[in-house]
DNA sequence: GCGTATTGCGATCGCTGTACCCAAACTAGT
DNA sequence: ACTAGTTTGGGTACAGCGATCGCAATACGC
């Protein structure tokens, strides 16, 4: 009757009816055969043909479980948000957020795909709405208003997102191709201050490892390694949405 | 002889020869008509024959100045990053490189199909080397060194298209699905924090203008509208990353 | 005017997302 | 045990996509 005609979302239709044949294969099965393909051969590589052959089955099966291609991208998106391991609250909100943090910049490594997507298409899903939940429960006695903790959600999420995309150098090939041109268009004269750029640490942002120190060092200095880096962005970053940590100056 | 053999970048082959029968069309003339399908019906109706066929030609003709539609998207990309304004260094830096991410939130706001793909896709062409050109001029005499001004310019990119993707909610319809889904959730049981979050501002984000102060406000106040919420974000990320402002405390 | 270099673009190929249709496989009711 | 109803499996088909090819058209240097 009062219904939205927009097909609402996946995680609102049943998975599995109780009657009528029953489903060979799962959500899940899917969404986790799509992300090995992303994961090994890239995203744009992962076509309705090609998910199903991996599971031996033909295309038009596939949508049996998922109306579009873009459903099961929502699926991709909300399947690697639940490798968040989400301890209960410490008492220290920052520390809590920050440790969300590494672990997504982590999982947002590990599948190269993700960050583009998660920002073009910011889905909710439950593995979504649990890390939702769990960033509310580190920050239920923070004073902030709910509209100010969403905004730091999103933040966590999108600066981290952000972040990676920048230390991946948006992958291999085009990282060559802008580094090439950045070196042609200091060579044919203008820019004079990119030149120092090139002259020194361009051409690989950062690597994975954790080879220094684990975090956030005394406050003025700025870390060397990436994972320092990362933690020195993401601090400063919920410490100005949200005010101070609690009990640290 | 030593050339690298993958296609280097459309920045480094020239527009059109001197010999020969003349092109009828530019880069920038079919750059302009992709951005304008773009802003209209979306990025993904942007496609060679719709582009091709906004300017009265044949799909073909476009492979005459761009070599994929990828190469098309990378035009596009850097256009709108000629949209900024960039007046010379005051000697406030901080101030200088707020004001940058201010001019860059309202350029991606006008378009918003534009934050997921420079995410996904962080290309640099001429515009994109103009701005940091200017970044690393504002920065002169910033003691730090050129990698963390780097990093600064990537997040400042990058924050802001986060910040804007959130504001955006990733368009009409896929808000509409996360908000039902959140109510759905919720209405289902277990997320007791997310009930709070329901019953108050989630439908809609911010809007755009600057109703309140524009600005920075007093240390430990967190702004309420959108711009000043942005502006503080964004003063945050900077001085986390390039130390505190050169004058203020 | 003639060779040479470049562009314009219709025709075409392989691939994509996805709608349609019917056979197969199951449950519920009798 | 049979029928009726409901759902899934998946081959086929279609419109549209990015991209290639080949040829006619159009320019310049000589």
Redesign the pocket.
């Known amino acids: 009757m009062t219904a939205g005609q927009s097909a609402p979302s996946i995680w609102m239709r049943p998975e ?10 799962s959500r899940a099965e899917i969404t986790c055969a799509a992300v090995g393909i992303a994961d090994r051969e890239g995203l744009d ?6 998910v199903a052959a991996e599971l ?6 596939l ?3 998922v ?4 459903e099961l991208l929502d699926l991709m998106i909300d399947a690697v948000g639940g490798e968040h391991q989400l301890p209960g609250p410490s008492g220290d909100w920052l520390a809590d957020l920050v440790a969300i943090g590494e672990q997504s910049r982590t999982i947002l490594r590990r599948h190269p795909w993700l960050p583009g997507l998660v920002i073009a298409r910011p889905v909710i899903g439950p593995n979504g709405i649990a890390l939702l939940e769990h960033v509310l429960a580190v920050l239920e006695r923070h004073p902030a208003d709910v509209a100010t903790k969403l905004e730091a959600f999103a933040m966590l999420n999108g600066v981290t997102a952000a972040f990676v995309q920048y230390e991946l150098g948006g992958g291999a090939a085009l990282q060559e191709r802008n580094v090439a041109y950045l070196q042609h268009a200091v060579s044919s004269g203008e820019h004079p201050r990119l030149a120092e750029l090139l002259s020194q640490g361009p051409p690989a942002p950062a690597e994975g490892g954790h080879p220094a120190g684990d975090g956030v060092c005394a406050d003025g200095g700025v870390p060397a390694d990436p994972v320092g880096r990362y933690a020195h962005l993401i601090t400063r970053v919920l410490s100005g949405l949200l005010g101070p940590a609690p009990g640290a100056a």
Chains 1, 2 share one sequence.
Not at 56 to 61: F, K, Q, V
Request: aromatic share 6%; glycine share 10%; no cysteine.
């Open positions: 599995r009816s109780a009657v009528g044949r029953p489903a060979q294969r590589t992962v076509s309705m043909r090609r031996g089955t033909g295309a038009a099966s949508y049996r479980y109306e579009t291609r873009d």
